[in-house]
């Protein structure tokens, strides 16, 4: 049962080649992309992009109406009035 470190360094090893072969994968064949054309992966994340830009927009809308209800800590001065 001594085997000393050797399970260790293959288990190392493995981590490397695995990492390795990830890598040269290209980006049809990763996770959600397995299966998927070329066409439809760039719609999808068009449409994702789309969504997500339109949560950024409603939020930021959301916020200057916000802020539109508190009172002006600047108030505007025109001084040729």
Known sequence: MTRGNQRDL?????????????????AG?????AG???ENRMSRDADAMRAK???????K??????????GKKVQKFDPLK
């Open 53 to 59: 830009q339109a949560a950024a927009e409603a939020k």
């Open 61 to 70: 809308a959301a916020e200057a109406a916000k802020n539109q209800g508190d």
């Open 10 to 26: 293959a288990r190392a090893k493995n981590m490397k080649k695995q990492e390795q072969l990830k890598k040269s994968q290209s």
């Open 36 to 38: 998927v054309s070329t």
């Open 29 to 33: 064949a990763k996770g959600a992309n």
